[in-house]
């Protein structure tokens, strides 16, 4: 069965520094987002992104964070530069397009900023 | 805004038996859909069930069911048979039907399974 992935599944990073995640949706899906998870608590929206545009973002998309479809398979969130409260689970998720809700969920990303 | 609330921040229940978690929700949108997803240690998250609103026959999926309640705004899960594998987070999620498609979460409930 199909399913989305995500790289790497753990990162560390120093506060300032760059970081890039990687996913790779579900072939044939139109739709993809990035939530996350502070340890603890609920999974928040981050992004969702269509049609090689973002299509919706949260207050917590600020200019530090953009998303990227750099090729018809990868699909890449991006942290400018790290703060310590951007240590999270970051999760990747597509659905296959309009009238089929149900959104499939990687594994999950661990960033741990220092 | 619409929002999700899980009332139960822990649950047990005994190998086999049956256990409910509850769900609800806020929102006045008509047309919606309604999930609970399982997160297990390794932390990723696994679809269990969703619900389409305008559907009135609650949903079910082998040993996991729901209680639908629309005009509550109620959306439980019934594990039955529970199994050891069951003990995880479980998330109760609303999305509109009108958006892109952001899911909105509920705090959860970590349901341990006793042996």
């Known amino acids: 069965e199909p399913e989305v992935t995500q790289t790497p599944s753990h990162q560390v990073t120093q506060m300032g520094q760059e970081v890039i995640l990687r996913c790779v949706p579900i072939?044939?899906?139109?739709?993809f987002y990035w939530y996350r998870q502070i340890l603890g608590q609920k999974v928040e929206f981050l992004v969702s992104?269509?049609?090689?545009?973002?299509?919706?973002k949260s207050e917590i998309f600020d200019d530090q964070f953009s998303v990227e479809r750099p090729d018809g398979s990868n699909f890449t969130l991006k942290i400018r530069s790290t703060k310590l409260e951007d240590s999270a689970m970051y999760f990747c998720?597509?659905?296959?397009?309009?009238?089929?809700?149900?959104?499939?969920f990687g594994p999950g990303t661990r960033l741990l900023v220092l | 805004a619409q929002t999700v609330t899980q009332s139960q921040p822990e649950m047990s229940v005994q190998e086999a038996e049956t256990v409910t978690l509850s769900c609800t929700y806020d929102?006045?949108?008509?047309?919606?859909?309604l999930f609970w997803y399982k997160q297990p240690p390794s932390r990723q998250m696994i679809l269990v069930i969703r619900?389409?609103?305008?559907?009135?026959q609650n949903a079910t999926e082998n040993r996991f069911s729901v209680n639908f309640q629309k005009a509550a705004k109620s959306f439980s899960l019934k594990i039955s048979d529970s199994q050891l594998g069951d003990a995880a987070m479980y998330f109760c999620?609303?999305?509109?039907?009108?958006?892109?498609?952001?899911?909105?979460f509920g705090k959860g409930t970590k349901l341990s399974v006793k042996p």
């Open positions: 998720a597509s659905r296959p397009g309009h009238n089929q809700e149900t959104q499939y």
């Open positions: 072939s044939n899906h139109l739709y």
């Open positions: 992104f269509y049609n090689n545009e973002i299509s919706e």
């Open positions: 929102t006045s949108e008509s047309d919606y859909y």
């Open positions: 619900q389409e609103a305008y559907k009135q």
């Open positions: 999620a609303y999305l509109d039907g009108g958006s892109q498609g952001n899911l909105i």
